[in-house]
């Protein structure tokens, strides 16, 4: 039965009379035993008795002298006093309801206290078949959970397998790049920190700058540092980043302001790096720069496309310069 009826069932006991007998109107005992509850009583009612716990009649009289001969719907309480043990006062009370048309049934109720019985075992096979269903599909989604909780280890173990393997192939690349190149041991750059192309990028810019221009190591590797950050930071084109220092250093304007390479990844007031500032104004004025490697010769690109052409030529240029003394590395 559901807990519904259960509960239903045990407050019929404290509405019956000492005979177990309770006059059948739905409406009022829902309203003495759950008035807040939406519930249907007559169907509950129904249930107890499909199930032998009560028995509903109808009888054409009464014992209540108050009501007279009438006819009247009332509810018995099988095997009401077989449970219920009546004392004092309450145990001389008489009835106010006639009793069922067949007294037998009040106390030779087998047969449906079977059926009840039957009905409740075929429940608890049917609830046992869905709790048995519902543990094979926890045990399914467990083992889902397990599944996927494994691949999130497989996957979180190759993840950093393959940050090992990045960090391994940095080492090798920059180890490669320091016994391939030619930098004097005063350079103060290490090769085991920035890459061979950041450190010609440092090379290089310094060749944007007046040769009266100071340029100590810790300039060239903060300028290594900020380039190897455009590029894995800021994911920066390579060529990208030297069209705009070329511009920005042959800009009227920005050449008095930017005499530093660091400066690419400083922010303004507005908070947007100078590198966007310089490259907006860069396209909006179609690129023009004039070349400044020899402080002589004019050249302009109209696209970022014509500068990655000739980054070549930029870097060429700087280690033209090394290569006749005007630079030290």
Same mark, same amino acid.
């Given at each position: ?6 509960l ?5 006991w ?9 006059e059948? $109107?739905? =409406?009022?005992i829902k309203?003495?035993?759950f008035?807040?509850?939406?519930i ?6 129904? =249930? ?8 509903r009649?109808t ?5 209540n002298?108050?009501?007279? &001969?009438c006819?009247?719907k009332?509810?018995q309480?099988?095997? &009401?006093?077989?449970?219920?043990r009546l004392?004092? $006062?309450?145990?001389?009370?008489e009835?106010?309801f006639? !009793?069922? !048309?067949? +007294? ?7 047969? +449906? ?19 048995g269903?519902?543990v094979?599909?926890?045990g ?5 959970? =397990?599944?996927n ?8 173990? $190759?993840?950093?397998?393959q940050e090992?393997?990045?960090?391994r /192939? ?14 004097l041991p ?12 950041? +450190? ?9 700058? !007046? ?6 190591q810790s /300039? ?6 900020t380039y190897?950050?455009c590029?894995r930071?800021?994911?920066?084109a ?11 250093r042959a ?6 302001? &930017?005499?530093s390479?660091?400066? +690419? $990844?400083?922010k ?7 590198f966007d500032?310089?490259l907006?104004?860069m /396209?909006k004025?179609?690129?023009t720069?004039? /070349? ?6 004019t ?9 990655? =052409? ?14 006749n003394?005007q630079?030290?590395?």
């Amino acid at each position: 039965m559901p807990m519904a009826a259960r509960l239903f069932f045990i407050g019929l006991w404290t509405l019956a009379d000492s005979e177990g007998r309770l006059e059948d $109107r739905p =409406r009022r005992i829902k309203a003495e035993l759950f008035p807040y509850d939406n519930i249907d009583a007559d169907d509950l009612l129904s =249930r107890l008795q499909s199930a032998g716990f009560i028995i509903r009649y109808t009888s054409s009289g009464g014992q209540n002298t108050e009501r007279g &001969f009438c006819e009247m719907k009332v509810i018995q309480i099988v095997n &009401f006093k077989k449970h219920q043990r009546l004392s004092g $006062r309450e145990a001389e009370y008489e009835s106010d309801f006639p !009793p069922p !048309p067949d +007294l037998s049934q009040i106390s030779e109720t087998p047969v +449906l206290q079977e059926s009840a019985l039957e009905a409740t075992e075929i429940n608890t096979v049917h609830n046992e078949e869905a709790i048995g269903k519902n543990v094979e599909a926890t045990g399914k989604h467990s083992g889902k959970m =397990r599944k996927n909780t494994e691949a999130t280890g497989k996957n979180m173990e $190759r993840e950093k397998d393959q940050e090992k393997e990045r960090e391994r /192939n940095k080492e090798r690349i920059y180890k490669e790049s320091a016994e391939n190149s030619d930098e004097l041991p005063s350079s103060g750059i290490s090769t085991l920190i920035y890459s061979q192309d950041a +450190l010609d990028f440092a090379a290089w810019f310094k060749t944007l700058l !007046p040769k009266a221009q100071k340029v100590s190591q810790s /300039n060239l590797k903060d300028w290594a540092k900020t380039y190897d950050d455009c590029i894995r930071l800021d994911s920066r084109a390579r060529d990208e980043i030297l069209a705009v220092c070329e511009w920005a250093r042959a800009d009227t304007f920005w050449s008095a302001n &930017f005499q530093s390479a660091s400066k +690419l $990844r400083q922010k303004n007031k507005t908070g947007v790096q100078y590198f966007d500032v310089f490259l907006q104004q860069m /396209n909006k004025n179609n690129g023009t720069a004039r /070349n400044i490697h020899n402080g002589t010769a004019t050249r302009s690109f109209g696209t970022i496309a014509d500068a990655q =052409r000739e980054h070549d030529d930029f870097l060429a240029a700087g280690a033209a310069l090394i290569a006749n003394g005007q630079v030290a590395r």
